[in-house]
T-cell receptor
Framework: NAGVTQTPKFRILKIGQSMTLQCTQDMNHNYMYWYRQDPGMGLKLIYY???????DKGEVPNGYNVSRSTTEDFPLRLELAAPSQTSVYFC?????????????FGQGTRLTVV | QKEVEQDPGPLSVPEGAIVSLNCTYS??????FMWYRQYSRKGPELLMY????GNKEDGRFTAQVDKSSKYISLFIRDSQPSDSATYLCAIYKAAGNKLTFGGGTRVLVKP
């Protein structure tokens, strides 16, 4: 059972470079999310999607872009990497929102911008 | 003021002790309350959820919500070294579909 799969697991970027963090889920979940986790700061929502073709900003969207062309995939794009984007990024998916919502998380991508 | 506050720890206890974890929140519109467990270098996984004031038990875990004080707790009885992890509270507000996480408390259970 794959669940939520993120690639890559680790990446070092230079300032100004761009990259795409990949996220795929095989649970047919409509809802998908991208979070970043900084030490002691909890998870901050970057973007989320309630279905294919629909995306919306979370708390910290600046510097990122997303797309949702299929139910399974929800890639996160960093266009001009900055040191402030050094973090651990988690993709998650859920069947619904609210009570009984369990968000399933991927293993995370550790990104360092130097 | 953060919407959800959680002591970062670390909280170190001997095996078999009761672990007590707390979160406070500021927005009374929050409706559903969850606890996630995150092992080192892994994604969080849901432990428990509740939406009402009072206690909810699941095995060695008890989640407690006090909406009047805006305070939620997680108790782990008979703690085991395998309980060593970071525990994050998460609170959901239906209006705006917003799930807000606390910063997490790191717990270490020593054999």
């Amino acid at each position: 059972n794959a669940g939520v799969t993120q690639t890559p697991k680790f990446r070092i970027l230079k300032i100004g470079q761009s990259m795409t963090l990949q996220c795929t889920q095989d649970m047919n979940h409509n809802y998908m999310y991208w979070y970043r986790q900084d030490p002691g700061m909890g998870l901050k929502l970057i973007y989320y999607s309630v279905g294919a073709g629909i995306t919306d900003k979370g708390e910290v969207p600046n510097g990122y872009n997303v797309s949702r062309s299929t139910t399974e995939d929800f890639p996160l794009r960093l266009e001009l990497a900055a040191p402030s984007q050094t973090s651990v990024y988690f993709c998650a998916s859920s069947y619904s929102l609210g009570l009984n919502t369990e968000a399933f998380f991927g293993q995370g991508t550790r990104l360092t911008v130097v | 003021q953060k919407e959800v506050e959680q002591d970062p720890g670390p909280l170190s206890v001997p095996e078999g002790a009761i672990v007590s974890l707390n979160c406070t929140y500021s927005n009374s519109a929050f409706q559903y309350f969850m606890w996630y467990r995150q092992y080192s270098r892994k994604g969080p996984e849901l432990l428990m959820y509740t939406y009402s004031s009072g206690n909810k038990e699941d095995g060695r875990f008890t989640a407690q919500v006090d909406k009047s004080s805006k305070y939620i707790s997680l108790f782990i009885r008979d703690s085991q070294p395998s309980d060593s992890a970071t525990y994050l509270c998460a609170i959901y507000k239906a209006a705006g579909n917003k799930l807000t996480f606390g910063g997490g408390t790191r717990v270490l259970v020593k054999p």
